[in-house]
């Protein structure tokens, strides 16, 4: 199976601050990633498909690159709704697998 | 608009046994791939399964394989997971989701449903 690694687990930043998340495959899977946000009691929302598509209707401070093993999330001004858990998931092979989360907190 | 909506949680033995059903509405249902995912208390989301547009494959996470069972009923526009065998560590919140691009399911999940918890005592 492949299995997915997300950095860091926690990233403290403040209103306004450029943050990047980096999510890891342990084999190639092309461009088969996106991106959710998950806020506490909700359901997971998708903010990013393809690695770098952008989901209509998401702002467009959202971004997303990478192909093959790595992959980041860069939020480029993060505001009080941006707090949240950040999960990627590949969907390369026929298990989808997700990273474990990053928590983005308020410092 | 479309919509997911779980239903069948609740309290169970362990090693009993629960029907969960994903309701769709707003979307042509037997066009999509669907998926269950479940995420235990204060954990991360894990994928469970998932079945194609036609409900001819279906795919299973090991740690469920052969314990759940992923189905639907494209004229009733629902999903379902029966589930046997319940463990304590099934205990988590069961999402419905719908993946994004028509027939395959090489794609992301792009509209989940509220979710359903599922609690296995032991």
């Known amino acids: 199976d492949i299995q997915m690694t997300q950095s860091p687990s926690t990233l403290s930043a403040s209103v306004g601050d450029r943050v990047t998340i980096t999510c890891r495959a342990s084999q190639s899977i092309s461009s088969w990633l996106a991106w959710y946000q998950q806020k506490p009691g909700k359901a997971p929302k998708l903010l990013i498909y393809k690695a770098s598509s952008l989901k209509s209707g998401v702002p467009s401070k959202f971004s997303g690159s990478g192909s093959g093993t790595e992959f980041t999330l860069t939020i480029s001004s993060l505001q009080p709704d941006d707090f949240a858990t950040y999960y990627c998931?590949?969907?390369?092979?026929?298990?989808?697998?997700f990273g474990q989360g990053t928590k983005v907190e308020i410092k | 608009e479309v919509q997911l909506l779980e239903s069948g949680g609740g309290l169970v033995q362990s090693g009993g046994s629960l029907r969960l059903s994903c309701a769709a509405s707003g979307l042509t249902f037997s066009s999509y791939a669907m998926s269950w995912v479940r995420q235990a208390p204060g954990k991360g989301l894990f994928w469970v399964s998932t079945i194609i547009a036609s409900g001819g494959s279906t795919y299973y996470a090991d740690s469920v394989k052969g314990r759940f069972t992923i189905s639907r009923d494209n004229s009733k526009n629902t999903l379902y997971l029966q589930m046997k065998s319940l463990r304590a560590d099934d205990t988590a919140v069961y999402y419905c989701a719908k993946h994004d691009v028509v027939i395959t399911t090489v794609a992301a999940f792009d509209i989940w449903g509220q979710g359903t918890m599922v609690t296995v005592s032991s």
């Open positions: 998931q590949q969907y390369n092979s026929y298990s989808w697998t």
